[in-house]
């Protein structure tokens, strides 16, 4: 029942194996991230413009050193730049992040990038489990609205275990005819059972 139940589906077989990439939330992220950072880049090269005009603040242009009698103000949007490079996907350094277990806002670009590496789920995979989530109703209407979005999915299945030609051809038949002879139970394979 529920979410337990579509997991089970969905991990029954590869070709079940599709989720959302949420490409269009990606991108918003990464724009409003990219328009801030626009934002603070000319306040910035404004600040540096002021500071080469006033010979109590050249010291902002030619040191890195701190302290904490100075004006904080480019300390303060040099925080904000940095922080905000982080959440673009870039650490303070500019390196690229390179492990998943950062944290979320620390590492969007990244994500992003290796969700648009698998590629899209194959039409027919999406359809299959859209038909079974139809016929079956796991979930409470509203939950299931992610389903909807087929032009966002992804498989982290390779192209190459996708199947091609003839298997196309007999998977597409078998999961369109629910009691179909063909459907082996993988339990019986050494596999995880398959019963919803």
């Not at 990038?113 to 079956?136: I, K, Q, T």
Request: hydrophobic share 35%; charged share 25%; net charge positive.
């Amino acid at each position: 029942m529920g979410w337990p139940r579509l997991a089970a589906f969905q991990n029954q077989s590869d070709s079940c194996a599709v989720y959302r990439r949420f490409g269009l939330l990606f991108c918003r992220l990464l724009l409003q991230l990219q328009g801030e950072l626009t934002s603070l880049e000319g306040k910035l090269l404004q600040l540096d413009m002021q500071d080469a005009t006033d010979v109590n603040k050249l010291y902002r242009l030619r040191t890195s050193d701190d302290d904490a009698t100075w004006d904080p103000a480019k300390r303060d949007m040099l925080k904000e730049i940095q922080e905000k490079l982080h959440a673009y996907g870039k650490n303070f350094m500019g390196v690229w992040k390179q492990s998943l277990s950062l944290s979320a806002t620390g590492n969007l670009l990244y994500i992003d990038a290796r969700l648009r590496e698998l590629g899209p789920a194959p039409s027919r995979n999406h359809r299959n489990v859209y038909n079974w989530m139809c016929h079956n109703r796991p979930l409470d209407k509203g939950h299931d609205d992610f389903i909807l979005r087929k032009d966002d999915f992804v498989s982290p299945v390779k192209k190459s275990e996708q199947g091609s030609g003839i298997n196309d051809v007999i998977e597409t038949t078998v999961s369109r005819w629910p009691k179909c002879p063909l459907k082996v139970n993988t339990a019986l394979n050494g596999g995880p059972s398959s019963t919803f």
